[in-house]
Nanobody, 117 residues
Framework: QVQLVESGGGLVQPGESLRLSCAAS????????IGWFRQAPGKQRDLVAQ???????VYADSMKGRFTISRDDAQNTVSLQMNSLKPEDTAVYYC???????????WGQGTQVTVSS
């Protein structure tokens, strides 16, 4: 059974930092690209950042320089370090895994991030 479990969300003030983690089980972790998406109320789910099975990364433009994605294949985890958070970063953040060949696609349940003073 595939499970992606997010953790690390919470309430922070503008300018502060959070680190999200995604722990995967039930998949051959090293063959998946792992990404973080976010969805604010009334909006579509958008890509935040992704790290491929080879370690290449891609970021949404508004996150470049503030967010850093990293993976630990030994621990089957992916982290998202979020710095200089803004109120517009408030959303539910979802972990996503996509198989590099088959396109098999899995989602976590999400973790709420709220940036507010």
């Amino acid at each position: 059974q595939v499970q992606l479990v997010e953790s690390g969300g919470g309430l922070v003030q503008p300018g502060e930092s959070l680190r999200l983690s995604c722990a995967a089980s039930g998949i051959s972790f090293g063959t998946f690209a792992i990404g973080w998406f976010r969805q604010a109320p009334g909006k579509q789910r958008d890509l935040v950042a992704q790290v491929t099975s080879g370690g290449s990364t891609v970021y949404a433009d508004s996150m470049k320089g503030r967010f850093t994605i990293s993976r630990d294949d030994a621990q089957n985890t992916v982290s998202l370090q979020m710095n200089s958070l803004k109120p517009e970063d408030t959303a539910v953040y979802y972990c996503n895994a996509v198989h590099r060949w088959t396109g098999g696609n899995y989602w976590g349940q999400g973790t709420q991030v709220t940036v507010s003073s």
